[in-house]
């Protein structure tokens, strides 16, 4: 009898839901991790026979997906949530969000706020994140002691903040964030000029330059508004996208965020260049932005993957409601109730976020060779019952709640829902204190 191979970590499930394009569910199988690395999947009754674990873990009444990858969000604005609602977004950003901003982001508001978010990030199930805020450096950091794989966006803005000056500082500190985290396997550091209305021609040729250069993504607020395309149009003679297309920018390296306005023409300038579409629809529908037409997209042969943008504008970091609002808003955009399946709702937020931002050879499905990064979902609730097919069950009925563990790149970073890199009554007790400082201006 040949000897069992000693592995880290066993995971017997009731449920394995690969995404792996062919819409595949495995009932009653087993992940088999070792080196932060799927290296089987296999039958529940066969796997002990085959491998001995140190870590085993027995969830039968649970599905595991792959990690959800949340390819939009500003983490540290976690601290502004619920500070300025119902309003539109020019005046969100220019009358309450940026002089927040102005008086209260700093290397420390950073750290804390980035801590906020993550925790809420992988109590929901969020094994990879991408974010676009100040002080990259201290985000960046934060991710890889809280052990969740992220992607990083230096900002890069026309105007003065309390990270740069201009441009050029922008890009010089953004470059050296670069460095400082280029042999990181966890971490990718990319640019992230905010948007076709904050950052003129000259920095957007430079960054074009440099990504290619480079080989780094840009991720970029694209198309949010009507009156973004209008005022872009009226100022330019240029829709945005063309105008970014014509400065050389549109490649598979971009990730246009937002995009709910859009023409044939848009959808031509996607398909030729092979850029990317990052959906947002919570943010898009809290501050009347528009709607983006995802299922057109998709159909066009445009990726599109998922983002809650930040916590100030949605009001949660929560994919799994977010993959909810995604797939129903579809329906209604599309007039047609077949537009946007579980299946594809749960693509999005999953291996669409990995192509995104490039990542798919390393995470977003469940498949042998790839990192463990995967969710464990309970779906044994009341609210559940009864279950027809698991994939319906996680996208029109599951709550953040019910994710119960979470590994990333192997590591147990939820455990029953207890997290085992961050001290849940201390982010409480620091969001406390960040709060009275912001309401007493303190
Ligand atoms: C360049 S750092 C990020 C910058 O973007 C602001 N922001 C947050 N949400 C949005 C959004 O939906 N559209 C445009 N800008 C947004 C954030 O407050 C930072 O200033
Ligand atoms: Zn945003």
């Not at 394009?21 to 296999?42: F, M, R, S």
């Not at 929901?124 to 966006?153: N, W």
Request: proline share 5%; net charge negative.
């Amino acid at each position: 009898m040949s000897e069992k191979k000693v592995v880290d970590t066993i995971i017997e499930a009731g449920w394995v839901i690969p995404v792996n394009g062919d819409k595949e569910v495995l009932q009653n199988h087993a992940l088999v991790i070792n080196g932060g690395t799927i290296i089987a999947i296999i039958p529940n009754e066969q796997v002990l026979n085959q491998y001995q674990p140190t870590n085993h873990q027995q969830l039968p009444n649970h599905a595991l997906i792959p990690g959800f990858i949340n390819t939009h969000c500003h983490a540290a604005m976690s601290f502004f949530r619920g500070k300025a609602d119902d309003l539109p977004l020019m005046t969100w950003l220019n009358e309450h969000i940026w002089p927040a901003e102005s008086q209260w982001v700093s290397a420390e508001f950073v750290h804390d706020g980035t801590q906020l978010a993550i925790a809420e990030m992988l109590r929901c199930g969020t094994t990879t994140f991408s974010d676009m805020y100040f002080f990259p450096e201290v985000a960046a950091r934060v991710a890889l002691d809280a052990k969740i794989r992220s992607q990083i966006s230096f900002p890069i803005m026309d105007f003065p903040t309390p990270w740069a000056k201009d441009p050029d500082e922008y890009i010089h500190k953004g470059l050296e964030v670069f460095d400082q985290f280029r042999h990181q396997s966890m971490t990718r550091i990319m640019f992230g000029p905010h948007a076709p209305y904050t950052v003129s021609d000259e920095p957007l040729k430079r960054i074009a330059t440099l990504s290619e250069q480079l080989d780094a993504a840009v991720q970029m607020h694209i198309h949010e508004t009507p009156t973004e395309v209008d005022e872009g149009l009226a100022k330019t003679g240029k829709r945005p996208l063309q105008r970014l297309h014509d400065l050389g920018l549109l490649s598979p390296r971009l990730q246009c965020v937002h995009m709910t306005q859009i023409t044939e023409a848009d959808i031509q300038l996607l398909l030729q260049t092979g850029a990317h579409v990052v959906h947002c629809p919570e943010s898009n529908l809290k501050l009347a932005s528009g709607f983006s037409p995802v299922d057109q997209l998709l159909k066009a042969g445009v990726n599109v993957s998922l983002g809650t943008d930040g916590a100030a504008s949605n009001n949660d970091l929560d994919m799994l409601g977010e993959m909810r609002t995604a797939a129903l808003l579809a329906k209604a955009v599309a007039e047609d109730a077949a537009a946007l399946s579980a299946h594809e709702a749960l693509a999005m937020a999953t291996i669409n976020g990995a192509k995104t931002l490039g990542i798919d050879d390393i995470t977003g499905s469940l498949e042998v060779n790839k990192a463990a990064d995967v969710t464990a979902i309970n779906l044994d609730e009341l609210e559940n019952l009864p279950m027809y097919h698991p994939v319906s069950q996680i996208v029109y009925t599951a709550s953040s709640r019910q994710v119960t563990h979470v590994w990333v790149d192997g590591n147990l970073v939820l455990n029953n829902r207890e997290l085992t890199t961050l001290d849940i009554d201390y982010l409480k007790a620091n969001t406390l204190r960040w709060k009275e400082h912001i309401i007493t201006g303190k």
